[in-house]
Each structure stands twice: as C-alpha cells, then as structure tokens.
C-alpha cells in the first residue's frame, strides 16, 4: 500500500518561508513522477509543481515560479518543497501526490496516491 505523509506546514508571515517535506513508502519511489498540489478553502485543488521520477525536470504554476522549488531525494524516498516570498494567497492545504509513469501531469486526476494534506497559513 503507497503511502504519503507530508510535514512542514505552518503559520508564517508575509515574505517568510516554509519548507514542505513528503515521505513516501509502498512504491519504488525513484520510478514515478511526483506533484505537489494545494486546495484553499472554497477553490478547486489546484497544480503548484511537479517533478519527474528522475528529478531532472521540473513544472510549476505560473503564480509560485522564482519563488517555489520542488525537489526529491530517491535515496530518502522523499519529495520536497521550498517556498519563499511566501503571500496571502499562498494559503491554503498542500498535498503532495504521485501517478504510476516517469512523466509528469498538471492534472490532479492523473494522480492515484496521495497525502493527507499540510495546512500553509500565509498571514501578519
């Protein structure tokens, strides 16, 4: 059974940062794409960033480019997120997710495992 548990979230200022941790078990981990997506209150689950299995290539949304990073580490089978210049609207709960390809998806029904969520509260 593939299992996802991400960590890291809090409550931090306006131009602070958080860093988002996402462990994962039950699945070669080195061998699926991996994405990180958010859900604020009322809104539809929306793309932030993904990576492919390799970590060579990586996506983002175009409102957290320059100032999110998405990593993993094979070895630590774990899945990672920098935010910086954190805003309001960043808020929201972050899940982290993977789907059975290499390859990466901005669609979060290309997505068949996922976390229970991190809440990320952006707020002075």
């Known amino acids: 059974q593939v299992q996802l548990v991400e960590s890291g979230g809090g409550l931090v200022q306006p131009g602070g940062s958080l860093r988002l941790s996402c462990a994962a078990s039950g699945r070669t981990f080195s061998n699926y794409a991996m994405g990180w997506f958010r859900q604020a209150p009322g809104k539809e689950r929306e793309f932030v960033a993904a990576?492919?299995?390799?970590?060579?290539?990586?996506y983002y949304t175009d409102s957290v480019k320059g100032r999110f990073t998405i990593s993993r580490d094979n070895a630590k089978n774990t899945l990672y997120l920098q935010m910086n210049s954190l805003k309001p609207e960043d808020t929201a709960v972050y899940y982290c997710?993977?789907?059975?390809?290499?390859?990466?998806?901005?669609?979060?029904?290309?997505?068949?495992?996922w976390g229970q969520g991190t809440q990320v509260t952006v707020s002075s």
């Open positions: 997710a993977t789907r059975p390809t290499v390859l990466v998806s901005t669609s979060p029904h290309q997505y068949d495992y």
């Open positions: 990576i492919t299995a390799s970590g060579r290539t990586t």
